[in-house]
């Protein structure tokens, strides 16, 4: 297949699973051509046995705080599929708590980091020239706990944090030829989303959905249809900014009852 004609590549990492599931499958309904890294070896099958009908698709197993991983990733999808010009920073450890500060060990403080903050950094850096090239886009995915926190979530907050200043660090290192932006999503219910082995079927309470001023808990698709806009051009004017994707949540006023 010619230059012209190829297909533009995107990067999903923890594109398996949750709003990374939702992601690959948003873009190969748009005509990407999607490379899957996930560390977890059987939601990767799971995902490409359930998308392989609707557009070009690949999987690697990654760990994306290993930096030798992650090099051998970018190879690996240029090869299979072609230059990156779409790479999607989502790999993260999810639960946010992580008990008391007092008992919160070193071990589990920098796991968090290596995952969810030098994991995006090493994905970024081994994709840059290939970005470069392509005149592509990097997404981050932060948390409105970068934001705003409840208790005990130290490790998970920090890291969140970090992804959002590396976002418009990266902005400023990468431009003009790359843009990057980060999307910080609130309550995502992913239930419906994860591997059938860990799947369940999610209940949440009239209160849940209404302390949103929209309604409602969100979905993995609102998270994937704002990464449809940004990796397009549409939004050619936008790097280094964070969308905040909660509903309206952490603009609302909350006030202790008498």
């Not at 709003?19 to 748009?30: D, H, S, Y």
């Not at 090099?71 to 790999?91: D, H, Y």
């Not at 470069?132 to 998970?156: C, F, K, M, V």
């Not at 050619?236 to 202790?256: A, C, E, L, P």
Request: glycine letters at 10%.
């Amino acid at each position: 297949m010619s230059e012209a004609k190829r297909k533009p590549v995107a990067l999903v990492t923890g594109g398996a699973q949750g709003i990374g599931r939702a992601i690959t499958g948003a873009l190969l309904q748009q005509g990407w051509q999607v490379m899957i890294a996930d560390i977890d070896g059987e939601a990767g099958t799971e995902c490409t046995h359930l998308f392989d009908t609707i557009g070009k698709l690949a999987f690697q197993v990654v760990d994306v705080a290993q930096e030798d991983q992650v090099r051998k990733l970018m190879q690996v999808t240029e090869e299979e599929l072609g230059p990156i010009s779409l790479l999607i920073n989502n790999a993260g450890l999810a639960n946010p708590f992580t008990g008391a500060l007092e008992d919160l060990d070193l071990s589990t403080w920098q796991r968090y980091l290596d995952v969810n903050l030098t994991g995006t950094f090493l994905c970024s850096k081994h994709a840059a020239t290939q970005l470069r090239s392509t005149r592509g886009s990097i997404i981050n995915l932060a948390s409105t706990r970068a934001l705003q926190s409840e208790p005990d979530t130290e490790a998970y907050s920090a890291s969140k944090g970090g992804v959002l200043a590396l976002t418009h660090s990266l902005a400023m290192s990468l431009g003009p030829d790359v843009r990057v932006n980060s999307i910080s999503p609130g309550w995502i219910e992913v239930g419906d989303w994860q591997k059938t082995s860990s799947r369940y079927q999610p209940f949440h309470s009239h209160e849940d959905h209404e302390q949103h001023p929209v309604g409602r808990i969100g979905k993995p698709d609102d998270v994937a249809g704002l990464v449809l806009w940004l990796a397009s051009d549409l939004a050619g004017f936008v790097t280094g900014q964070n969308f905040v994707v909660d509903g309206g949540m952490s603009r609302k006023m909350v006030y202790q009852a008498d």
